[in-house]
């Protein structure tokens, strides 16, 4: 049977990067990937830098609960050419629950593969302790058979050792590896996989999500203002849009903890700005 990894972790931690790391040293694996962002749109899916077909993208919500119709009938999709593929990996959305995905996964006919949860060093500590996510941020790290300690260039090497116990307390089956930029490579998925146990759970009290829309292109300064200016309870913002400055390219906006991060794309700008911000808490 074909392996299923979940690769999870909270908003921002680093999912994307590292699935992007994994398809650029694909070296000949069939693999079929499957992304979930829990905006409206697909932000994720412009992000993955891959070459070919094999990335299906779901927006629209989190898997792990409300479109597990969306991810049953993709997990078909894939499932009528598992033949052909050693490995199939779904990037989960910020908000969800890594194993209810593998519980899916299993009902659909796959085995169960690693499952990865990506962690940032600088704010995790925080946010497992917030009183609005911090059920989700536990529930991640409770699934995880490896987990990924990103972002190490933010902390300092006493937050790191901190890191270390509070992750043998909390996850304490997991393995853990320290990145910056998430820069491993397909072993991170080798190794024994644990059965999902206990059943879902609702998170989505915790988050609110909504879209801003431009007709593209927007004020570069006038974006930064508006963006930095949102509340602390937002979470994480992203989005792909195009500049006045630079008309002929698509950027990547992106807030997880304090600064904005604005990354010039290796493609055509969208038609319109899109960026989706999500907040903890209540509305
Ligand atoms: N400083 C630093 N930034 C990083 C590192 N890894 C990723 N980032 C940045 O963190 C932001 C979020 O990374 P993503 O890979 O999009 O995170 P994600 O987990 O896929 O985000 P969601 O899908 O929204 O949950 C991006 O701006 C990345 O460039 C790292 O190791 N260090």
């Known amino acids: 049977m074909t392996p299923l990894h979940v690769i999870g972790g909270y908003l921002g931690s680093g999912k994307t990067t590292l699935v992007n790391r994994l398809l650029a040293s694909a070296d000949g694996r069939r693999v079929a990937v499957l992304v979930n962002d829990f905006g409206d749109i697909d932000v994720d899916g412009a992000l993955i830098t891959s070459a070919d077909d094999d990335v299906i993208s779901l927006a629209n919500g989190c898997v792990c609960c409300s479109l597990a119709d969306g991810l049953v009938e993709a997990f078909a999709v894939v499932r009528e050419r598992a033949d052909d593929l050693d490995r199939v990996v779904v990037e989960a959305s910020g908000v969800a629950d890594p194993a209810s995905i593998v519980r899916f996964g299993v009902a659909a006919g796959f085995a169960v593969g690693r499952v990865v949860v990506v962690v940032d060093a600088e704010t995790v500590r925080r946010r497992a302790t917030d009183r609005y996510v911090g059920d989700t941020v536990l529930r991640q790290l409770e699934a995880a058979d490896v987990c990924v300690v990103n972002k190490v260039d933010l902390v300092d090497a006493a937050e790191i050792v901190r890191l270390h116990d509070w992750l043998a307390e909390t996850a304490p ?10 820069d491993l490579g397909w072993a991170v998925l080798d190794g024994d996989a644990t059965e999902p146990g206990g059943s879902g759970f609702d998170h989505h009290d915790a988050h609110s999500t909504r879209t801003l829309e431009y007709d593209a292109p927007v004020d570069r300064a006038w974006l930064v203002a508006e963006l930095e200016g949102l509340p602390d309870t937002v979470v994480r913002v992203k989005g792909v ?23 010039r794309l290796d493609i055509r700008p969208p038609e319109r700005t899109r960026i989706v911000v999500i907040a903890a808490g209540p509305q």
Do not use: H, K, M, N
């Not at 089956?173 to 998430?182: G, M, N, P, S």
């Not at 006045?244 to 990354?263: F, H, I």
């Open 173 to 182: 089956d997991a393995d853990v590896i320290e990145t910056v930029r998430c």
């Open 241 to 263: 849009v195009a500049f006045t400055d630079d008309p002929d390219r698509a950027w990547s906006v992106q807030r997880v903890g304090g600064g904005l991060d604005l990354e």
